[in-house]
């Protein structure tokens, strides 16, 4: 891949990234359903996006994503389970923790994405 087109896909990424920081932080106040769904929602996009372009991202990069989508998938399953265990209002809290300590948010990976060539 190009500079230029690599640099777009991280512009992308990045600008999805934002989006998820923004819900996430709305979601800090009062812990609403609906913050929760932007959430996933923003996710997801990510998810996608660098699933859709895989086979472009440098090597350097790939065990970052990696473990940024593991993380995902884990988390979207747990939100799924979540959703189906009550009939969620917007405004309701909506918590659940991990199953486990191999799913935290991925701090380090995700921070290293965000500054790739910067």
């Known amino acids: 891949m190009n500079n230029v087109a690599l640099q777009e896909k991280l512009q992308k990424l990045k600008m999805l990234f934002?989006?998820?920081?923004?819900?996430?932080?709305?979601?800090?106040?009062?812990?609403?359903?609906?913050?929760?769904?932007?959430?996933?929602?923003?996710?997801k996009l990510i998810y996608a996006h660098i699933v859709e372009n895989a086979a472009f991202w440098p090597t350097n990069l790939q065990l970052h994503l990696i473990v940024l989508l593991n993380h995902?998938?884990?988390?979207?399953?747990?939100?799924?389970?979540f959703e189906r265990q009550k009939d969620f209002k917007l405004n309701e809290a909506f918590v659940f923790y991990h199953l486990d300590n191999k799913s935290a948010y991925p701090k380090d990976a995700v921070e290293y994405i965000k500054s790739y060539n910067e």
Not at 18 to 35: E, G, R
Not at 72 to 81: C, K, L, R, T
């Open 18 to 43: 934002d989006l998820s920081d923004k819900a996430f932080k709305n979601y800090l106040d009062d812990k609403f359903y609906l913050h929760a769904l932007c959430i996933n929602k923003a996710n």
């Open 72 to 81: 995902f998938d884990i988390w979207f399953v747990q939100f799924a389970d």
